[in-house]
């Protein structure tokens, strides 16, 4: 059985956790806070860092894009959560990465603030993140907008993909770890999408860890 390494508190992880429980991919998890344990860390990554998904033959797998792409390969198009190609493929893929990046600005602005002696802290700094994350997180509430009000649909149309996975997670990790950044009433389209996915069985599966 596969084994995905990695915490719930790494939105990377869990966007991981929460796909393979969505195609139903059997794995096992090892809770690993690579902070409280750097060694095990680079044990498992050469640059330390999670999730780290390894294969029932020991290969190990690093970076979360790059294990969804083994896992919508694995599973087929059939069941991928990324359309297999056209316009729908590249919006999907460019979603994917406004969330993602959004998570990069946003945990690099956690770190200067977590990481730094308070007299070392570059406050311009953090707030030029803090302005590329909200730019992220306004794009990808415009295209939630998109929706028609309450009629079920996801970021991409009727089928749930890796787009909205990646969206979800976001905003739930940002709600716990920059709150500033998600205050009530910024990104409504965004929000409800977020509250519909968390409801999901497979989101409730992989809860969101406090710090």
């Known amino acids: 059985m596969m084994k995905l390494i990695g915490r719930n508190l790494s939105p990377y992880t869990r966007r991981v956790a929460v796909a393979m429980t969505l195609l139903d ?30 294969l029932e033959d020991g290969e190990r797998l690093i970076e979360s894009a790059a294990i969804l792409d083994y896992l919508m390969d694995l599973v087929g198009p059939a ?10 493929r590249r919006d999907c893929i460019q ?17 200067e603030v977590r990481r730094r002696p308070a007299e070392k802290v570059h406050e311009p700094w953090r707030q030029h993140l803090l302005r590329q994350a909200s730019g992220g997180l306004a794009a990808l509430d ?9 009629d079920g649909t996801w970021l991409l149309g009727e089928q749930l993909s890796l787009a ?28 409800a999408l977020t509250e519909k996915a968390e409801a999901m069985p497979a989101f409730r599966a992989h809860p969101l860890e406090t710090p």
Not at 79 to 88: E, F, I, M, Q
Not at 102 to 109: H, T
Request: neutral net charge; charged residues 20%.
């Open 25 to 54: 991919v059997p794995h096992s998890r090892e809770y690993l806070s690579v902070t409280a344990d750097p060694e095990r860390g680079l044990e498992l990554n050469p640059v330390g860092r999670v999730p780290v998904l390894e």
């Open 164 to 191: 909205d996975v990646t969206a979800a997670v976001t905003v739930s990790f940002l709600r716990v770890m920059v709150p500033e950044l998600v205050t009530d009433g910024l990104y409504p389209a965004l929000y």
């Open 95 to 111: 979603l994917m990465a406004i969330g993602s990046g959004v998570l990069d600005k946003a945990v690099n602005a956690i770190y």
């Open 142 to 150: 415009a295209q939630a907008a998109t929706r028609k009000p309450n």
């Open 79 to 88: 069941k991928s959560l990324v359309p297999a190609h056209g316009k729908a």
